[in-house]
């Protein structure tokens, strides 16, 4: 599976900092699965990873209120909002969240 992900998460994916991510659960983000691979692509940069954690949430609230922000590689919930923010614009549904490690 190809995620497509913003330069800033791609370098904190690469340097490792970022082990979490967060999407809609909408599309292709309802078939991903414990141990499936994926890989994440901005522009021509690739990583490989291997999903090892998923939780689904019915609201946004309910996400930040469980979410382990050292994961995802930011220093507070608030800039993680702010992120989230710029990617939609809202957060009507339920979201995932998916654990990874490189391979």
Do not use: H, P, W
């Amino acid at each position: 599976m190809i995620i497509f992900i913003k330069k800033d998460a791609f370098f904190r994916i690469k340097s490792r900092n970022k082990t979490l991510e967060t999407r809609k659960y909408s599309g292709i983000f309802k078939k991903i699965k414990i141990d499936n691979n994926i890989t994440f692509v901005n522009n021509n940069n690739k990583i490989n990873a291997n999903i090892c954690n998923i939780n689904i949430f019915d609201n946004i609230n309910l996400l930040i209120s469980n979410l382990d922000i050292s994961k995802v590689g930011v220093a507070s919930t608030e800039f993680y909002l702010i992120l989230l923010q710029k990617c939609y614009s809202n957060f009507n549904g339920k979201l995932i969240t998916f654990e990874f490690k490189l391979i």
